[in-house]
């Protein structure tokens, strides 16, 4: 690890927890959240809608990882959500900037794309896999929080004084939500979930995207062990989806049209590859999953 010291914020979440954990041993951890870790490391209890408290967590890091905000469209009003999601941002990089820190790791999500889980208000992709250069189209308060605070990144990266790269997860599979999942894939057409003690409905949008949080919390790592990188907005998803029909067909059903591929060997190679190409992350980060949810699910690589 090149940063000796890095600030988690968002330390006592379940992703929050997850990254400490890949961190520790690595590096001199410490946290800022509402609520504190679930292991012993330099905490500041508060949230990042407070300046003052930002300014001094931030304070002597080399590094920091903003995983802080309201996680979903349901974790919030819009106003909440932006309140949360965009200031906590911006009062993170300012604080980091004026703390002289190197890197900071944003964090996004695929939303950012417009093909979210507001099923009135889904846009399809122009093509697949979705890249790098593929608009972004926010649909919802919490999609549209997750764009401004990447323009924001960018915005600092331009400025020079500090590397600022952005991790978009998917649905992120937590243990705990694995038996939605499971009940999901007993019923693709009649789950309507919760209804096997999760505490919400199996996530994914209509694709059923996920990643393993022990593999997210590696990207996070990876971004901050890369030399010299880019700016750029990374997607991190497991290899494939958990769908029970192949990617490029379910797209064509649910949207009633084909959607055009630009690289059809990847889906040729894999029918169930993802919307999103891996590459950039597997490229510049070092990044692929390592866990496979759908072989558990359906007893097939």
């Known amino acids: 690890m090149q940063f000796e010291r890095v600030l988690v ?59 802080a905000a309201r996680p979903d469209i349901w974790s919030g009003s819009g106003t909440e959500i932006m309140q949360t999601n965009v200031v906590g941002t911006w009062n993170v990089l300012e604080a980091a900037e004026q703390a002289g820190v190197k890197r900071v790791i944003l964090t996004s999500s695929d939303s950012v794309l ?6 009135s208000a889904m846009i399809p992709p122009d093509y697949l896999p979705v890249d790098q250069d593929h608009p972004l189209r926010p649909t919802d308060p919490y999609a549209l929080s ?66 393993d949080p022990r593999d997210l919390a590696r990207a996070f790592r990876l971004a901050l ?4 990188p880019r700016f750029a907005a990374y997607v991190i998803s497991a290899r494939n989806t958990l769908a029970p029909e192949p990617t490029t067909e379910r ?4 949207m009633g049209r084909r959607i055009p591929v630009k690289k059809p060997e990847v889906y040729d190679r894999y029918p169930y590859a993802p919307l999103y190409d891996l ?23």
């Open 9 to 67: 914020t968002g330390a006592g979440g379940l992703l929050g927890a997850y990254v400490v954990n890949e961190l520790r041993g690595r590096a001199q951890v410490s946290g800022l959240d509402i609520a504190p870790p679930r292991v012993d490391i330099p905490f500041t209890q508060g949230t990042v809608e407070n300046p003052a408290l930002v300014e001094e967590a931030c304070r002597g890091q080399d590094a920091v990882v903003h995983i």
């Open 114 to 119: 417009g093909y979210t889980v507001m099923s």
């Open 146 to 211: 997750k764009m401004l605070c990447e323009n924001m990144g960018r915005s600092f990266s331009l400025r020079g004084k500090m590397e600022v790269l952005v991790i978009r997860p998917v649905y992120v599979l937590y243990p705990e939500f694995e038996c939605e999942v499971r009940a999901r894939a007993a019923n693709p057409n009649g789950y309507k979930g919760p209804e096997a003690g999760g505490r919400q409905p199996a996530g994914g949008g209509p694709m059923w995207h996920y990643v």
């Open 225 to 228: 062990e890369v030399k010299n």
């Open 251 to 254: 797209l064509a059903r649910i």
């Open 279 to 301: 590459a950039p992350a597997r490229d510049d980060l070092g990044f692929e999953a390592e866990h496979d949810m759908r072989s558990l699910l359906y007893a097939t690589a």
